[in-house]
């Protein structure tokens, strides 16, 4: 979201855990969508971003209510997915919808539970990913340290990389999709959402 974006304010905040229903730490979800008016951003970044679960499997998501297009009813893209895991590709769908009857790709399991607050909406969801549970290895936090390599030549955890740079990994070149900081565990082969061999 940018500053003076058109739109309902919309925040989106929940957990993520694991098959045990213990909270996960550190997964990514990455999430899109649709502008106000149901346009999607081709060229950039709007209402797309990622984050990564905390020490509790939370996250919170700020953004504003996705206007429709044709052919869908409202809904919220998101990839969520664990250190090492297979990726998640799912949707968030609004509650009282009057398409949510007519499209397809609806399902009741992706429904939010949404109210207004404040002039905006609140939105809950909580994720299970299949994947045995328990707080994650390695650590979560993003590193602090400043960093001391250029963002170039072999991959490292702790840079900061920018869309765009590329790094070598077990003899492979990468091109990173979107600019973050590297952490152990999310090696670019295992992390396409951020990472695209190139
Ligand atoms: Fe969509």
């Given at each position: 979201m940018t500053p003076g974006t058109p739109g309902t304010p919309l925040t989106v905040s929940g957990y993520v855990f694991g098959r045990d229903c213990v909270p996960l730490s550190g997964v990514l979800p990455d999430f899109w969508q649709a502008d106000?008016?149901?346009?999607?951003d081709m060229a950039g970044y709007t209402f797309r971003g990622h984050q990564f679960t905390g020490a509790t499997g939370a996250f919170t998501l700020r953004t504003i209510v996705p206007g429709l297009y044709p052919g869908r009813t409202r809904h919220i893209h998101v990839k969520a997915q664990a250190p090492g895991e297979p990726v998640l590709t799912t949707q968030l769908c609004f509650p009282g919808e009057p398409r949510n009857s007519t499209d397809a790709l609806f399902d009741p399991a992706l429904l939010m539970n949404v109210r207004a607050a404040g002039g905006g909406r609140q939105g809950t969801f909580d994720f299970v990913l299949d994947v045995e549970g328990g707080p994650t290895d390695?650590?979560?936090?993003?590193?602090t340290d400043p960093p001391t390599d250029p963002p170039s030549g072999s991959w490292a955890p702790g840079h900061p990389y920018a869309a765009g740079d590329r790094v070598t990994y077990g003899g492979a070149g990468y091109r990173c999709l979107r600019a973050h900081t590297s952490m152990?565990?999310?090696?670019?082969?295992?992390v396409p959402a951020l990472w695209r061999r190139a």
């Amino acid at each position: 979201m940018t500053p003076g974006t058109p739109g309902t304010p919309l925040t989106v905040s929940g957990y993520v855990f694991g098959r045990d229903c213990v909270p996960l730490s550190g997964v990514l979800p990455d999430f899109w969508q649709a502008d106000h008016a149901g346009a999607y951003d081709m060229a950039g970044y709007t209402f797309r971003g990622h984050q990564f679960t905390g020490a509790t499997g939370a996250f919170t998501l700020r953004t504003i209510v996705p206007g429709l297009y044709p052919g869908r009813t409202r809904h919220i893209h998101v990839k969520a997915q664990a250190p090492g895991e297979p990726v998640l590709t799912t949707q968030l769908c609004f509650p009282g919808e009057p398409r949510n009857s007519t499209d397809a790709l609806f399902d009741p399991a992706l429904l939010m539970n949404v109210r207004a607050a404040g002039g905006g909406r609140q939105g809950t969801f909580d994720f299970v990913l299949d994947v045995e549970g328990g707080p994650t290895d390695p650590p979560t936090d993003p590193p602090t340290d400043p960093p001391t390599d250029p963002p170039s030549g072999s991959w490292a955890p702790g840079h900061p990389y920018a869309a765009g740079d590329r790094v070598t990994y077990g003899g492979a070149g990468y091109r990173c999709l979107r600019a973050h900081t590297s952490m152990t565990g999310w090696e670019p082969p295992g992390v396409p959402a951020l990472w695209r061999r190139a």
